[in-house]
């Protein structure tokens, strides 16, 4: 088991990561900004330390857990952040649904800092508290393992995809995808609706028949297209966001699935 667990971005993912780490018995010091937080994961156990660089000066293994690449930037980088201040070989794991140049540009700014390696994550606040997040796991093999044992205290399964980056890009991949799904399952509610099929004859019949998909059943659980729209395309937009950027700093075209995801009759683009 590592000794010292660091953790940053103890949000409404965050938090209950640091709980599963604590109830597998890691010893977790923890940088969060909000006071209720610090509180109440001290409470349960938790160190709470006061600076980013603190995190890395103390820390064996870091995880870090923030939406975005710009919020990881603002973190890792110049000399009081994480990067900066871990000892060397550190493995540094970040969840952040982001770009691999930004994981790579940061490694060559620490050339002889730690060992980042990717997880995007896939899930909710609830699996994390089953212990049942799906994580992306990509990087240095002995990096990976280590990270591997960490993780398994709220992730199942821990998905290993090969060097550092490729756990991004599968993740990207998976949103882009997704998200075409549900603009043909929208698609379909449409078409449904000029033929005279009820919505919920359709969802029904979707749960049986070749035609369903996970989508699908995401846009009957939500209660429909509206009421999936309304919650659900949000983050859709980021991810397509996301996806469209990474393709474009890879030189890659993203094809049909952009096509798809933009041009359906959920507002993605």
């Avoid at 006061?50 to 890792?76: K, N, T, Y």
Wanted: proline share 5%.
């Amino acid at each position: 088991m590592t000794d010292t667990i660091g953790f940053i971005g103890a949000g409404k993912m965050g938090e209950p990561m640091v709980l599963r780490l604590l109830d597998a018995g890691h010893r977790v010091q923890v940088y969060a900004r909000r006071p209720d937080v610090r509180e109440r994961l001290a409470a349960a156990g938790a160190v709470p330390v006061e600076s980013v660089a603190a995190v890395g000066r103390e820390s064996d293994l870091v995880i870090s857990c923030l939406f975005s690449d710009a919020q990881l930037l603002e973190v890792a980088a110049g000399p009081d952040g994480l990067l900066a201040n871990v000892k060397p070989g550190t493995v540094v794991v970040s969840h952040t649904t982001g770009t691999v140049s930004t994981l790579t540009g940061l490694l060559e700014q620490f050339p002889a800092g730690p060992v980042l390696v990717d997880a995007p994550v896939s899930g909710g606040a609830h699996d994390i508290a089953a212990g049942k997040l799906t994580v992306l796991l990509g990087g240095p093999g002995d990096a990976v393992a280590r990270a591997q044992s960490v993780l398994a205290a709220y992730a199942d399964p821990v998905i290993t995809t090969g060097a550092l980056g490729t756990a991004l890009n599968l993740k990207l991949i998976n949103n882009v995808l997704f998200a075409s799904n549900a603009q043909l399952v929208a698609a379909a509610v449409e078409l449904a609706k000029n033929l005279g099929v009820p919505e919920t004859s359709l969802f029904a019949a979707l749960e049986h028949c070749s035609g369903g998909s996970r989508a699908a059943g995401y846009v009957q659980s939500a209660g429909g297209v509206e009421s999936f729209g309304k919650v659900v395309a949000p983050f859709m937009r980021k991810d397509v966001a996301a996806c469209i950027e990474a393709a474009a700093d890879r030189g890659v075209e993203l094809g049909q699935l952009r096509t798809v995801a933009e041009t359906g009759p959920l507002d993605l683009s």
